[in-house]
């Protein structure tokens, strides 16, 4: 039999409690069959409610939601074929791991033969055969995960929806369960959708990433063109890992612009396709840290197509494969360089240093 289609499109659906907010405010999203997706963003940003609309645990104020094309509002989760992973796992505590796995499949009406087959080859996908006969108090945090995880599997839902699944965990942990969940998808090749506020999980994780804002969609694109080409300010600065700069447009020339910034010598960079600015309008642009690099200013002038802004080192963080080095801000936006640490401990700066932050030109981003 073939399986069913977990494809979920959300059209302009929006989420009110007392008529005058909007926790979601008329959202617009499609899903594919079989992707990992996240939804991205601060506490009280509307992805936690997504979630419970598209498992039925709450119908939104208007809109509509289709998994496999069905309009499923009003719909029990049962009858939506949903299954939800919750935070903190609710494993009954009497029940061992075989149990608790074959318990959704009880409720089901399935004979124990039947419940307990379909548990014991769910406990070996998860990997845990060897602590099947546990209680949840005998296992560790991710092993209870695991479980948890096997439990909601079991039903074979169409879509599978996980609540900060991996927030209490510490971090060698999370990275361990990361590895798990998508090995899980995989496997399955059923419909996830993961909830979290942590940018690293999302970007490990999703094929595609949602980031949110005041109950409205920001982005939503694969994991590397949300880091590395977002949209807007909001995206940028909540992803990490970019500089943002408020500046405005000095002249243009055909796809190129001529960009001004404060404390920034003009430079020109390319506009991207499509882009609509205009000669004096004020815009937002921004520059990954990592293609940021650091000169002393003696003697050094910048070549054609690199911009270069004069700055003071303030602090030095070693983070591992690179050092982080935070400069002087420019204007209200602090100006931060990813220098790989062979290099940086070549030659390196300390607090007080005078240095030249420089990079191409080209790998200038045009925000909207």
């Known amino acids: 039999m073939a399986r069913a289609r977990g494809d979920i499109e959300l059209a302009g659906i929006s989420k009110s409690y007392d008529g005058a907010t909007y926790a979601v405010d008329g959202v617009n999203l499609r ?4 992707a990992y997706c996240c939804f991205l963003g601060p506490s009280g940003c509307g992805k936690t409610t997504i979630l419970r609309m598209i498992a039925g645990h709450e119908d939104p104020t208007s809109g509509e939601i289709l998994i496999g094309g069905e309009d499923v509002v009003g719909l029990p989760p049962v009858e939506r074929r949903t299954a939800m992973m919750f935070q903190s796992y609710a494993l009954f505590p009497h029940l061992t791991v075989r149990e608790n796995i074959a318990f959704a499949l009880r ?12 548990a014991d080859a769910m406990v070996e996908k998860v990997r845990l055969t060897e602590l099947a006969g546990r209680l949840p108090g005998q296992l560790s945090g ?6 948890a995880l096997a439990r909601a599997a079991i039903t074979e839902p169409r879509v599978l929806l996980l609540d900060e699944p991996l927030s209490a965990l510490d971090e060698q942990l999370r990275v361990q369960m990361r590895q798990e969940l998508r090995r899980m998808q995989r496997e399955l090749g059923i419909t996830f ?13 999703a094929d595609l990433v949602v980031v949110m804002e005041k109950g409205r969609i920001k982005q939503a694109a694969s994991a590397r063109e949300i880091y590395s080409a977002p949209q807007d300010r909001y995206v940028a600065e909540f992803m990490g890992g970019q500089n943002v700069l408020a500046g405005n447009v000095q002249s243009l020339d055909g796809a190129t612009a001529m960009i001004t910034a404060s404390e920034l010598p003009a430079f020109e960079m390319p506009l991207g396709a499509g882009s609509r600015v205009k000669s004096g309008d004020a ?12 000169r002393r200013p003696d003697g050094w002038v910048a070549p054609a197509g690199r911009a270069a802004l004069p700055r003071r080192v303030l602090a030095v963080e070693y983070q591992g494969n690179f050092v982080k080095v ?21 030659q390196p700066f300390t607090v007080g240093d005078v240095v030249v932050a420089t990079w191409k030109a080209e790998h200038t981003r045009l925000l909207v």
């Open 31 to 34: 899903i594919p069959d079989g």
């Open 193 to 205: 959708i993961h909830v979290t506020h942590t940018q690293l999980e999302a970007v490990a994780l």
């Open 326 to 346: 935070m400069l002087d801000a420019v204007g209200q936006d602090e100006f931060v360089a990813y220098v790989p640490e062979r290099q940086f401990f070549a």
């Open 142 to 147: 991710g092993q209870q995960q695991r479980v």
């Open 107 to 118: 409720v089901r009406g399935l004979s124990k033969a039947d419940r307990l087959r379909s």
């Open 283 to 294: 815009i937002d642009i921004a520059v990954r840290r990592d293609d940021v690099e650091l």
